[in-house]
């Protein structure tokens, strides 16, 4: 089961712009990050639920999509987000929270993914400027925005060709094709001496 929830936990950059999404869907995904493991158990992470279409188009011309598709704005109108989960980390607390960051944000998408939904992960960030429209308090860090909504596109998994290349891309059909590396190029080694 988390094999098959793995797989189709894909990074999804289209979405059916107009079917929303409610805000308790959006707080049970938060709520699963109450139980993941947080360094020193500090739980430095806050959110922000965005779910309406005012808010969701003001925090989109923020987001930076798809580095590998030089060719490709992101999403177009109809096809963006229909909610985001901003990941904030408090300051107070810690300035190094990434492992938190990281567990939190796969644990959300994991769980929208048995919801049906989808998202990606979206690191760059104009964060001054969204902090801004978010007016968030100076000790308030963006770090990572998580873009979800109902998938329009296939995205499929292919095993790195002799090339070794890692980049993304998409097929004719606007197919989108994520290389990853094959289990024994991730293996070290098995009982090392």
């Not at 959006?26 to 990050?33: A, F, P, R, S, Y």
């Not at 760059?124 to 308030?140: C, F, G, H, R």
């Not at 090339?163 to 289990?183: A, F």
Request: charged share 25%; glycine share 6%.
């Amino acid at each position: 089961m988390l094999r098959e929830l793995l797989i189709r936990n894909r990074s999804y950059r289209r979405f059916q712009q107009n079917k929303l999404i409610d805000i308790d869907t959006l707080k049970e995904l938060v709520e699963h990050t109450r139980f993941c493991p947080s360094g020193r158990n500090l739980q430095p992470l806050k959110y922000i639920l965005v779910n309406t279409p005012d808010l969701c188009s003001k925090v989109f011309p923020n987001l930076a999509w798809a580095g590998y598709l030089n060719d490709w704005d992101g999403p177009s109108v109809g096809e963006q987000p229909s909610a985001y989960i901003i990941i904030l980390e408090d300051q107070r607390l810690t300035k190094s929270s990434q492992w938190d960051q990281g567990i939190a944000a796969q644990t959300i998408m994991l769980g929208a993914v048995e919801h049906n939904l989808g998202g990606c992960i979206i690191a760059s960030v104009k964060k001054d400027s969204l902090s801004a429209v978010l007016k968030l308090p100076d000790y308030i860090e963006i770090v990572l925005v998580l873009a979800i909504g109902y998938p329009i596109e296939k995205v499929v998994v292919d095993d790195i060709d002799l090339s070794g290349d890692i980049k993304y891309w998409r097929d004719n059909e606007q197919v989108h094709h994520v290389p990853k590396r094959k289990l024994d190029d991730l293996i070290w080694a098995v009982n090392p001496d």
